[in-house]
């Protein structure tokens, strides 16, 4: 005990010498007070007896029972106080530590909680204390209430280690100590600390444990200190405090007459988080108290030595000038610096830097000029690009329709610029081979995604123009909507509508969210409703050619998008096929347009069934040169389908209607194109068997949080129904077939 009690007193030693460094000022007591407690100095409005101090919470308890005297707060506080800083705002206190030991069969000794209570307008500063565990076996909490909230906080931290020598040496990083912050603006707390096994492995050398919140850089972890805290009760944290207890103190206590920032001060609010109150602070020029009825006192600056070269110091309320010597003027507005006054030559000096600044001025100018034409022939080259890649022409042929194509709209190269914060890499939605998708603001706050090619595709002006008035007229629930594009580029950017919630792909495999059997269904019915559409509802028919769970866009109502027609191509009527060069997704692709090169209406069946057999097994099409493909068509030659079924989406009560899309699935996987179904068989099928089994609603029925629709009103219809044809017109227009590439790898927010 009289080791604790001398370790006490070396505290209290060590932060009455500290005072004089911390306080900027000299601390003042009130006319007629009583200014010191031992060695700790007690300034206004802190007090030691009745109508010394400003408030009953500045009262400060001297009491002689110990040599030197030692300061509490309060008359009947056991908190001990070490230091006032009235610059900082901020009082030292010593804190108890809390303990818990225990004897070698693992039964409690000792054990001790750590507890502060205060009252407003004091709190425990978060920058200057950390909360610190020390042991091998521990864990502790320290739990308190936040001014701002009122609620109780906890945070925590535990320490483990096996033996002495595994203990980090002078760092508390974990290995048999821990530290962390401690939070904002908690004005009462308690410590406790607890054992994870009794210390039964770890007795020998740690039987005790200890936390405890202190100030920064005055305890230093080592080896030694399990030794050296079993002698130590109490540590030094700082409070912060202010005057009053209003939340915007400096406007509200000015106008009240007991404001108590006095002559040449100013009102100070809390720079530190959690905090309420105001402070008081000597005006520049002035020192002392800015709390003293006397106010702050006048600096005399001229008691610095040398303070004015070349002239007299004179000194003034709060500032102070300087009399020029002779040959000696002051500088400009400046009357604290004289400077020597200028001759002849050093007027010529002064002409000759006038002249090279006007040299400096003539190259900046002609450098703005050449600027000034660069920017011209960056113009012109955007009117060459527009020109070439087909603007023009597009511009009369959305004229020629009339306004029927009211959404389409040719985008500025400066606009897209600005919407993407130039294209900058925290916008990246998704890349790919083909290119990069950004995600886009417009003015106006509407939400687009931007498709910037690598490469060009090599394509006519004429075909691009007649394929965008094509994508611009799809107008189909289902298929992610083309905006406009921009043509003042090398190569054409295309803007789409931007959807929020990610791509099917990552539901399934990711985990973004679970996706019931009844959901996936409904997921399937409106993207084949899609590929229906694109293949028989308008005049020249679309084969997508990379359909695949990625390219499958979600909403915030889980509808469906169907995205990406950067591999698609247009189909002329009457057209079979098309003789072309194969490109795809792996695991996807239609085997008899892989082996022939023939892509067909078919080939987008065959990728729909494989998405189909990934929603049902939640496996990826291709995994370790094992495509999904062949392993569901065996599982199913076999009567093994159940092997092979997601269990988390498959019941008793769904298991018929699984089967039912199962065959579905493997029909559109058959090797011969046409023994598949066409997409509006498949559309029909799907939107059949929900009509007869299921009356499914919309995708509220299983996620029914309210959440705002990116792009304009979802359809609210409760009854569910399979969109084939779209919601607008079929497109018109002629042409040969080109490609628009919007292959993505990964989206993080949608498209």
Known sequence: ??????????????????????????????????????????????????????????????????????????????????????????VRILNFIASDCYEAPGNTTSGFFSEITLNLPYTISDTKNRFIVVGCDTYAFLRGYRVEEGDQFSTGCMSICNSLDS???????????????????????????????????????????????????QFNFSPASFEQLNGTDQVPIVLNWAIGNDNDPCDEAQKREDFACKAHSKCVNRPINGSIGYLCQCLPGYEGNPYHPDGCQDIDECEVPNLCQHGKCLN??????????????????????????????????IVSLGVSVGFLVSFIGIAWLWWANKKRQFIKLKKKYFKENGGLLLQQQLASHGGTIDTTKIFSAEELQKATNNY?????????????????????????????????AGSQSEQFVNEVIILSQINHRNVVKLLGCCLETEVPILVYEFISHGTLHEHIHKKRSSLAFELRMKIAAEAAGALAHLHSSISTPIIHRDVKAANILLD???????????????????????????????GYLDPEYLHSNQLTEKSDVYSF????????????????????????VASMETDCLNQVLDDEIVN?????????????????????????????????ELGGMIMTKHPWGSADHYFPEETEHLL?????????????????????????????????????DGR
């Not at 009103?713 to 969109?723: A, E, H, L, Q």
Request: aromatic residues 8%; positive net charge.
């Open 316 to 349: 003034s309320q709060g500032n102070y000038s300087c009399s020029c010597h002779k040959g000696y003027k002051h500088d400009g507005m400046n009357d604290k610096i004289c400077i020597k006054k200028v001759s002849k030559m050093e007027v010529l000096l």
């Open 167 to 217: 203990v980090d040496k002078n760092s508390c990083s974990g290995v048999g100590c821990c530290q962390t912050n401690t939070p904002s603006g908690l004005y009462n707390t308690r410590v406790t600390v607890n054992s994870f096994y009794n210390y039964s492995d770890v007795w020998k050398f740690n039987p005790c444990s200890y936390a405890f919140i202190a100030e920064q850089g």
């Open 712 to 748: 304009g009103s979802p359809n609210t219809s409760k009854d569910y129904f399979v969109n084939i044809d779209g919601g607008g017109g079929p497109g018109t227009a002629t042409g040969s077939s080109m490609q628009i590439d919007m292959s993505m790898s990964s989206y993080a």
């Open 424 to 456: 900058h890499e925290s916008r990246v939605l998704g890349k790919g081979g083909y290119g990069i998708v950004y995600k886009g603001i417009l003015p106006d706050n509407q939400v687009i995604a931007i498709k910037k090619s690598k490469v060009c």
């Open 1 to 90: 005990m009289a080791l604790r009690l001398s370790l006490v007193a070396v505290l209290l030693l060590l932060s009455a010498a500290s005072t004089t460094t911390t306080t900027a000022a000299p601390a003042l007591a009130k006319s007629g007070c009583p200014d010191k407690c031992g060695n700790l100095t007690i300034p206004y409005p802190f007090g030691m007896e009745e109508g010394c101090y400003l408030r009953k919470e500045f009262s400060i308890n001297c009491s002689n029972t110990t040599q030197p005297p030692t300061a509490y707060f309060a008359k009947d506080s056991n908190i001990v106080v070490t230091n006032i800083s009235l610059d900082e705002g901020e």
């Open 556 to 586: 915030n109502k889980y509808t469906a998008k169907v995205s990406d027609f950067g591999a698609s191509r247009l189909v002329s009527s009457g057209e079979a096929g098309i003789q072309t060069v194969v490109l795809g997704t792996i």
């Open 652 to 684: 008793e009560g769904n298991i018929e209607m699984v089967k039912y899309v199962a065959k579905l699935a493997r029909r559109c996987l058959r090797v011969k194109g046409e023994e598949r179904p066409t997409m509006r068989e498949v559309a029909m």
């Open 609 to 632: 069934g494989v998405l189909l057999a990934e929603l049902l097994t939640s496996k990826v099409a291709v995994s370790k040169d094992k495509f999904l493909a062949s392993i569901f």
